[in-house]
């Protein structure tokens, strides 16, 4: 916008160059043309002059504007001067006083490295002593050892309507025949009798409850298999696996128990998708190539069941397991498969390297957790157990409950789920829930309000 001194110059400028004009030709009588000619030459001379005093001004202006800017300019750096030079001694003063820290604690360092490395020596120790106590015959802690066998000579099952030879004295039977449902038998008949067990199908599936605590809802269920001997007498699992084991039978028994799991599930995610199945798998059925790719077949074809279906090994096995078995865990896990650990016999783990293989439950005995002595004994304190597996996204079960009391302990220790016969024993399912009903046998009512299978009554431990 052109300012208003500027219009008013040349107004006047204007008026100025036309009475110039009127003066020479009213007064002197000049002709109007060279009157003319005088007053435009008036006017561009004062024009020509305001311009180049404008301009001058301009100039003298803009002089002063740059010599304040540079004045500004000077002081900005003498400032940025001194702060560098004071940002500089500060430094010079943080690396003395760090030197002279490091200086101080490098000794203070040295020391509590030797003196991790001590503790390390001691804690593995400590460790080998311990283990050297649970080898010992007759040692308090530890879990129990398996009975051990002197191999007869082989002698076969009697057949229908004779009697059994007695044994002989010279060590014919085993001393050590596993449980009183084997006595006076090899272990060469005891294998066959399961193996006829397995053929005829009677393998039951039995389920235990899982229940929270401390509103006791059920949450999962165990399975586990019981052996039906021909007479009707029922076999619990830690009386006949170790034979099974031996007889290389375990991976038969397997995929029966993963088939009717698998029947179980199904028919619990009609009635509550939150209930979930632990089965019990032996190692033996990782290892063996031809029986797991038929188990991993069975898995891939019911992949949808994974977060409903949990595999379970012991804790022993665990240890035991070989770059075999944890590739056999990978796959599984690859399928959508999670796993649990059961028969912990102490708490010397990492639950890090647990919920890396795909573990997300782990079970302890109410005694051992509750036992005082456990904590000097492993390097986990019990009561930080639950918490410490739920960082690494693991739950905590305590099973083997059997009063009250233990109920009021573990829910000082956070323990969210529990199992035991307090709550119930394990039972068989009822045929119609495996596709099903045999003959004989009537089904019990309906047990539970959460999703509980109708189980048939009258199972013991």
Known sequence: MIRISAVFIAICIVLIAGSVGAV???????SAAISA???????TAMALFNSVAT?????????????????????????????ARRLNAMESRVENTVNRARGATDPLVAEIGELGGLVKQLAETVAAHESDLYKRPGAGAGPPAMPTFIAPTPAAMPAPGTTAEPPAANAAAEPNAGTRHFLGLTRDSIGSLIAAAIDGQRIDLYLQPI?????????????????RTEDGEVVPAADFIEFAESAGLMPKIDNALLFRCVQVVRRLQLKNREVGLFCNISASTLADATAFQQFLE?????RALGSSLMFEFTQDAYRNFGPVEHEALSSLAERGFRFSMDHVADLRMEPKELADRAFRFLKV????????????????RPEDLADLLARSGIDLIAERIENESMVVDLLDYDVRFGQGFLFSPPRPVRAEALGGEPAGQEPARPGGDNGELM????AGR
């Open 365 to 380: 005995p109410a005694k051992l957790l509750l036992n005082r002595a456990t904590g000097a004994q492993s390097d986990i």
């Open 211 to 227: 229940v929270t605590l401390p509103q006791r809802k059920v949450r999962f269920y165990e399975g586990m298999s019981r052996l």
């Open 455 to 458: 189980l048939r009554a009258g």
């Open 24 to 30: 020479l030709f009213l007064t002197f009588k000049i």
């Open 55 to 83: 301009r001058l001004r301009d100039r003298r202006d803009l002089g002063d504007q740059i010599a304040d800017l540079s004045r500004g300019t000077a002081d900005l750096a003498r400032q940025v001067g001194e702060m």
């Open 37 to 43: 000619i005088a007053a435009v030459t008036a006017l």
């Open 298 to 302: 069975f898995a891939e074809a019911n």
